[in-house]
Structures are given as C-alpha cells and as structure tokens.
Nanobody, 115 residues
C-alpha cells in the first residue's frame, strides 16, 4: 500500500525554522519526482518546491532562499527545511510524488507562523 506520511509541522514565531518530513512507503520502484505544496485557509493549493532525482531543485519565488527540499534515500524520506518563516507561510503543507504517471499525496501537516 502506497503511503506518504508528513510530520514536523507546528507553531513557530516569525523568523523561526521548521523541518517537515515525508516518509514514503509501498513504492516498488525509485521515485524521481517529489514536490511540496501548501494550502492556506481560503486559498488554492500552491507549489512550494520540487526535487527531481537527487539534486535538481526548483522553488516558488515566495520561498526561494528560505526553503530547501532534500531527500534521504536510506530513510525513504523527503524533507522541507523552512527558515526565516513568516506569517504568510502559514498553511497546511502536503508532500506529493509522481510515480508511474500518477500523483500521490500525503495527508498534510499544519504550519502556523505567529507574528
């Protein structure tokens, strides 16, 4: 059974940091396309970061220079390191992978940044 389980969200003050984790399980073949999205209250889900393979990354302009996506293959985990958090980063963050032509999503983890 394919599963993506996020963790690491929470409440943090502006300027603080959090690291989100997404543990992947149930995949028979290697995953080469991983993304993080977020959805703030009353807004559409938006792209945050993408990792292709082990090192090719892309970021939304709003998080560039502050967020870093990475993976640990030994732990089957994708990370999103978030620094210099701002109240506008408050959202539910979702892990996403593209696998054999299909999108798979985690359940989301809440990140709240207080001013």
């Amino acid at each position: 059974q394919i599963q993506l389980v996020e963790s690491g969200g929470g409440l943090v003050q502006a300027g603080g940091s959090l690291r989100l984790s997404c543990v992947l399980s149930g995949f028979r073949f290697s995953i080469n396309y991983m993304r993080w999205y977020r959805q703030a209250p009353g807004k559409q889900r938006e792209f945050v970061a993408r990792l292709v393979g082990d090192a090719s990354t892309n970021y939304a302009d709003s998080v560039k220079g502050r967020f870093t996506i990475s993976r640990d293959n030994a732990k089957n985990t994708v990370y999103l390191q978030m620094n210099s958090l701002q109240p506008e980063d408050t959202a539910v963050y979702y892990c996403n992978v593209l696998y054999l032509g299909k999108d798979y999503w985690g359940q989301g983890t809440q990140v709240t940044v207080s001013s």
